[in-house]
């Protein structure tokens, strides 16, 4: 079999987005969402959905799209699809094309595999979890301390096992404003996450993740001290990502675990490197850093030395890669962002169902569908098709949107 052609259709289609940058509900936004297909000369085909920024609801932008459809599109025709590990060598060589674009690549070549095997990615990687554990995991900026204690109940009472916050970056929780010169607001974190775990009980698990906002190590560690007094599972991402040796100062200064690299690039190379520094005490990785072979080679570098692999963000993909590792490595999956108002369990208009539908007992089950489970609705695209790529971060409002889609 060899791979006869990359396309990408770029398709008009609308979702709730979250205005992270102004901490509000922005209802039926429309924007740009991209097909990727990977076709070859037995008619067996392999798609991904999205793959930019943050993960399968964003469509590839221009830039993207360009280094898919010549560099990438001319080393892939001619190859077998079902040389993952061969093509998956040359992402990691042939320079300038970004991760997320050859992440898009291998994960097309999953569902191709999947496809052609009548399998679903999870079965043909090594099933290990046939439903996974969901936690909740909310928008950044959702509010004030109570707004978050009110939502993390209401998650709590819908069955989620977990919950994660997201706090409050370059946004004032008290005016409600962006704060373009401030990214955290360490005070309220603090009564953000007292708040929630007032409202949820002692025994609830919860999480938390700043997003690599705190700027000094004193404001690092004086969170943490909290987390651990109110008993949070893990601190996830709290100050950049390229001060390696501040976070294994961190590790050692407190007893929580420490969970990151999150958004540092090099995939599993980096998250390698960091296990060996003693930088992190759990560590994380995505489709869209290394593909779906990535991201199982990183939780299998974690089984290895017995941490934690926590799976970054939702998806079809990032769910596929749960359920081929063993939950004592990679325990739950990222269900959100998630905020008031925002629907959650509603499939895109482009898919007739989603992939992460929440079971009343917390967990979700994996997709039965063979490859990644897709059940596209085609008519919908045909519909909807445009010429010009993703035009979301060129609508001169805030990039900080998120989808629950
Ligand atoms: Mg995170």
């Given at each position: 079999m060899k791979i006869t052609d990359v396309k990408v259709r770029n398709f008009r289609t609308h979702a709730d987005f979250w205005d992270f940058g102004h901490g509000k509900l922005e209802?039926?936004?429309?924007?740009?969402?991209?097909?990727?297909?990977?076709?070859?000369?037995?008619?067996?085909?392999?798609h991904y959905i999205g793959g930019s920024m943050r993960g399968d609801h964003l469509g590839l932008n221009a830039t993207e799209q360009e280094h898919l459809l010549h560099r990438a599109r001319n080393l892939l025709?001619?190859?077998?699809?079902?040389?993952?590990e061969l093509i998956w060598k040359w992402m990691w060589v042939a320079n300038n094309i970004p991760e997320n674009v050859w992440g898009v690549v291998d994960n097309a070549l999953w569902d191709l595999a999947g496809?052609?095997?009548?399998?679903?990615?999870?079965?043909?990687?090594?099933?290990?979890?046939?439903?996974?554990?969901?936690?909740?995991?909310t928008v950044p900026n959702m509010g004030s301390p109570d707004d978050y204690a009110k939502h993390a109940l209401e998650c709590k009472n819908k069955g989620y096992l977990a919950y994660k916050i997201?706090?409050?970056?370059?946004?004032?929780?008290?005016?409600?404003?962006?704060?373009?010169?401030?990214?955290?607001?360490?005070?309220?974190?603090?009564?953000?996450?007292?708040?929630?775990?007032?409202?949820?009980?002692?025994?609830?698990?919860?999480?938390?993740?700043?997003w690599g906002t705190y700027m000094t190590f004193e404001d690092a560690v004086?969170?943490?001290?909290?987390?651990?007094?109110?008993?949070?599972?893990?601190?996830?991402?709290?100050?950049?990502?390229?001060?390696?040796?501040?976070?294994?100062?961190?590790?050692?200064?407190?007893?929580?675990?420490?969970?990151?690299?999150?958004?540092?690039?090099?995939?599993?190379?980096?998250?390698?490197?960091?296990?060996?520094?003693?930088?992190?005490?759990?560590?994380?990785?995505?489709?869209?850093?290394?593909?779906?072979?990535?991201?199982r080679k990183t939780c299998i570098v974690a089984e290895a030395y017995g941490i934690r692999c926590e799976v970054h963000m939702s998806g079809w993909a990032n769910l596929h890669v749960i359920g081929a590792t063993h939950e004592d490595t990679s325990e739950y999956y990222e269900k959100g962002l998630l905020?008031?108002?925002?629907?959650?369990?509603?499939?895109?208009?482009?898919?007739?169902?989603?992939?992460?539908?929440?079971?009343p007992d917390g967990y979700i089950d994996m997709p039965k569908g063979p490859g990644l489970g897709y059940d596209i609705n085609w008519d919908f695209i045909e519909d909807n098709l445009v010429n010009e790529p993703s035009n979301i971060f060129h609508t001169g409002r805030s990039p900080w949107r998120g989808s629950a889609s």
């Open positions: 209802p039926n936004a429309e924007y740009i969402q991209t097909l990727t297909t990977i076709d070859t000369d037995e008619g067996v085909s392999g025709i001619g190859q077998n699809p079902f040389d993952r496809n052609f095997a009548g399998l679903p990615v999870y079965k043909l990687m090594g099933g290990a979890q046939d439903r996974v554990k969901a936690y909740a995991s997201h706090p409050h970056y370059f946004w004032d929780p008290h005016t409600r404003q962006p704060t373009p010169g401030r990214p955290s607001h360490v005070a309220v974190d603090i009564e953000t996450c007292q708040a929630v775990r007032a409202a949820v009980g002692p025994d609830y698990v919860l999480m938390y993740d700043p004086k969170v943490g001290r909290e987390l651990e007094r109110l008993d949070f599972y893990w601190y996830e991402h709290p100050m950049p990502e390229t001060r390696v040796e501040m976070y294994a100062k961190l590790c050692r200064e407190l007893d929580i675990p420490v969970l990151s690299p999150e958004i540092a690039a090099g995939g599993v190379f980096t998250r390698a490197e960091w296990i060996l520094r003693d930088a992190s005490d759990m560590t994380r990785i995505d489709v869209h850093r290394g593909g779906i072979t990535g991201a905020a008031p108002g925002l629907p959650c369990e509603k499939a895109p208009p482009y898919l007739k169902e989603r992939c992460d539908v929440i079971q």
